[in-house]
């Protein structure tokens, strides 16, 4: 639950609060992109996804990049803030969508591929090609993460890239 609670916080700090997103008169709306298990019942986002609503957000989980990339223009068009979140090999779905045109106004990427390109599996950095196609940014990562495909180390990196 702490990282729930840690999401649930960063989600905050980009939106205000889900009160404050609904004096706008719509809710915010997160496009929520699983890992490389889709949408399984072990997800982060799959099992993040209830009390994300239950906090005031609206949510569609998708596993593909044009169908979020839809998905954003879709909740764009009706004057919702929208945020695209990837986890794990989600990351590289979002980048994918992004780098397809997506509009998001923030992405999310947990726990994500940030290697620099053309290292194997350095698939976010890789699909975007330039930091200028990210819309405000929260990268959220452990640092005790063990996956050789998420390392931590990468995270700085990717900051400093991205700017």
């Not at 819309?135 to 991205?162: I, K, N, Q």
Request: net charge positive; charged share 15%; aromatic share 4%.
């Amino acid at each position: 639950m702490k990282r729930i609670g840690i999401a649930l916080a960063g989600l905050v700090l980009l939106y205000g609060t889900p009160a404050q997103a609904q004096a706008a008169r719509q809710p915010p709306a997160l496009v929520l992109i699983p890992g490389a298990g889709g949408a399984s019942p072990r997800d982060f986002l799959v099992l993040s996804q209830g009390l994300f609503e239950a906090s005031g957000f609206v949510t569609e989980m998708t596993t593909g990049a044009s169908h979020a990339a839809a998905l954003v223009a879709g909740y764009k068009a009706r004057g919702q803030r929208v945020t695209l979140v990837g986890m794990s090999l989600g990351a590289a779905t979002a980048a994918q969508a992004l780098a397809a045109g997506a509009q998001p106004d923030r992405v999310v990427f947990a726990a994500g591929g940030l290697l620099p390109p053309g290292t194997p599996n350095g698939a976010v950095r890789d699909l975007l090609g330039d930091p200028a196609r990210l819309p405000r940014t929260l990268v959220l990562h452990h640092r005790e993460d063990a996956c050789h495909l998420t390392p931590p180390g990468a995270v700085a990196e990717f900051v400093r890239w991205s700017g």
